[in-house]
């Protein structure tokens, strides 16, 4: 993952947080504990989505009456207590993750936040989990994963959220390496493919939200 830079947004988005993206004790928690680990370790990858972008999702889920939702990625279940909680009660997540470290991490912290009941992890690699899903079932795919792999994801999304549905994607600037034609990276690239896909799609729209590490969101048409 590139190195981070000085945000000159920063102020802003601490005020976004202060009008609306609030975490509770619990979220603040979960988020503080990956940080905290990724530090401590030295392990790879991106952090957890913001807080503010966890609240757009949220609100999106929401907004799209999403009843059935598919995340790639759960870590250690930030972005899925987001998600969960704006499920009605007989909602449905389907959250994919290889990891069985972060597996066991995420359902301590989902029956922290009271949400476990509404959501499934579903344990493997996500290349070879999604296919398995129904086609056109999902109201909202969420994609935070390995980014190479991104543009795959992308298309098998595509295969499974129904028609008026939403695909969303973070880490689409990447920090910054997204934008920078020079970065071959692996995962520069799969972002920038994904990005290519989602803005070229027929019968999709897709608008990138500067939300952290910028959130991509796309609406699937009929």
């Known amino acids: 993952m590139p190195a981070a830079s000085a945000n000159p947004l920063l102020p802003l988005m601490e005020f976004i947080r202060r009008m609306g993206a609030h975490e509770d004790a619990v979220l603040a928690a979960c988020r503080s504990d990956v940080l905290a680990l990724q530090q ?3 392990e790879g990858g991106a952090p957890p989505i913001t807080p503010e972008a966890g609240k757009c999702l949220q609100l999106l889920a929401r907004i799209a009456n999403a009843k059935r939702i598919l995340e790639v990625g759960t870590g250690y279940g930030y972005s899925t207590i987001w998600l ?3 499920l009605p009660r007989d909602g449905e997540l389907r959250t994919i993750e290889e990891d069985p470290q972060h597996v066991k991490a995420a359902e301590a912290w989902l029956a922290r936040a ?3 009941d509404k ?9 070879g989990v999604m296919p398995a899903q129904p086609t056109k079932y999902f109201d909202l795919v969420f994609i935070d994963a390995d980014k190479q792999s991104y543009p795959k994801y992308w298309e098998l999304a595509l295969r499974h959220v129904r028609s ?3 695909i969303c994607a973070d880490n689409v600037f990447w920090l910054g390496a997204a934008l920078d034609e020079q970065d071959q990276s692996p995962d520069a690239a799969g972002i920038r493919a994904y990005n290519r896909l989602a803005s070229s799609t ?8 500067p939300l952290g590490d910028g959130l991509s969101v796309s609406w699937r048409g009929s």
Do not use: C, H, M
Not at 119 to 127: F, M, P, S
Not at 202 to 209: M, S
């Open 164 to 166: 008026g549905g939403l």
């Open 40 to 42: 401590r370790t030295g």
């Open 84 to 86: 969960a909680r704006a």
């Open 114 to 116: 009271g949400v476990q």
């Open 202 to 209: 027929p019968g999709v729209e897709t608008l990138i939200l």
């Open 119 to 127: 959501v499934r992890i579903l344990q493997g690699k996500a290349a």
